[in-house]
């Protein structure tokens, strides 16, 4: 494996020789996405983790973020739908698509709450 997952220093149940504090601050200074995403994924903050996504328009990780972490954080759905919303391509609307099946599926969100996350600056017809 190449990146920074083959150079972390940590195996599951090692305890970090680092600050949390202080590697969040040189990965932010140096923009590094993926260090931030892996600590703000350990420390459970998944809302920076679909914004890193998001700054880098990784639509494969939006969608595969919201499967697994959307159940205990339902503003996922809510941001990566409005994300989706104003885009302007066919991935985009099959995403729009997967992501109204999946929240009506699992009754993730109220039907309102859906319809006014699309209806702000959304080109998606509703």
């Known amino acids: 494996s190449s990146g920074i997952n083959a150079e ?11 600050s949390t504090e202080h590697a969040l601050i040189l990965l932010q200074l140096y923009h590094v996405q993926e260090g931030l995403v892996l600590i703000y994924e350990k420390l459970g903050l998944y809302q920076q983790v679909l914004d890193c996504y998001m700054e880098n328009g ?20 809510i941001k990566a739908l409005k994300y989706f919303a104003v885009q302007n ?15 009506e599926n699992h009754n993730i969100l109220p039907p309102l709450m859906v319809v006014r996350a699309l209806s702000e600056d959304s080109a998606t017809p509703i």
Request: aromatic fraction near 8%.
């Open 8 to 18: 972390w220093p940590l195996r599951p149940g090692e305890s970090a020789r680092y």
């Open 58 to 77: 990784d639509y494969d990780s939006i969608m595969s973020l919201c499967s697994r972490h959307g159940p205990h954080d339902p503003l996922l759905w």
């Open 89 to 103: 391509d066919a991935v985009s609307r099959t995403n729009v698509e997967e992501l109204l099946r999946h929240i």
